[in-house]
């Protein structure tokens, strides 16, 4: 009779859930991960938001674009400017044998 209200209670509108059982440690172990995840992701959003107003604010005063800045951010946060480079050297060679290189 338990197991068969559990399977009821686990199967919701056509959705199985699993079955497993946990124990109070692992319920409780999995409550501060859920927890403590859902507030590091709220600090993280907040923290992009922030530098969204940071970027834009130090993009108008200085006059850059700043999905420029945000590249530079990018760049500099993943470490990666040659593949950068190597990008723009090969795109700088492809517009000098297409002849659409700006003139001097």
């Known amino acids: 009779m ?3 209200m559990l399977l009821l209670y686990n199967h919701f509108e056509g959705v199985s859930m699993s079955t497993r059982m946990y124990g109070p440690e692992e ?3 999995l409550e501060r ?3 403590e995840g859902s507030t590091v992701l709220r600090e993280i959003e907040d ?3 922030g530098l969204k107003e940071t970027v834009k604010a130090v993009a108008e005063e200085l006059e850059i674009k700043p999905s420029i800045i945000n590249k530079a951010i990018t760049i500099a946060h993943k470490d990666n400017w040659k593949d950068h480079e190597n990008d723009w050297n090969e795109i700088e060679m492809i517009l000098g044998v297409t002849n659409r290189l700006p003139k001097d």
């Open 27 to 29: 319920k409780a172990k």
């Open 47 to 49: 923290l992009k938001e």
């Open 2 to 4: 338990w197991l068969s």
């Open 33 to 35: 991960l859920i927890n």
